[in-house]
């Protein structure tokens, strides 16, 4: 059975920093483009970050330089490291795995609050 399964979330002061993490079960992984997606309350959910099986990245405009998503193909795992983190970041984070695999994951929450 496929899992992705989310961790990393928690609650940070504005400038601070997360990473989050999600390992994917069940499935052969290298082959998937991946995705971090976010939903605030009262929002859509919106794509934040993708990565390509090969490694192509792009970002929402609001988190360029600021996020950077990574991949490691032999743990199954991709990443996405949060810098100067602002109080609009704040939201539940999700990892998808792309293409014909279309797999969400459960949600981490992030909170950016002094």
């Known amino acids: 059975q496929v899992q992705l399964v989310e961790s990393g979330g928690g609650l940070v002061q504005p400038g601070g920093s997360l990473r989050l993490s999600c390992v994917v079960s069940g499935t052969i992984f290298s082959i998937y483009a991946m995705a971090w997606y976010r939903q605030a309350p009262g929002k859509q959910r919106e794509l934040v970050a993708v990565i390509t099986s090969g490694g192509t990245t792009n970002y929402v405009e609001s988190v360029k330089g600021r996020f950077t998503i990574s991949r490691d193909n032999a743990k199954k795992t991709v990443y996405l490291q949060m810098n100067s983190l602002k109080p609009e970041d704040t939201a539940v984070y999700y990892c998808?795995?792309?293409?014909?695999?279309?797999?969400w994951g459960q949600g981490t929450q992030v909170t950016v609050s002094s």
């Open positions: 998808y795995a792309g293409g014909s695999l279309s797999r």
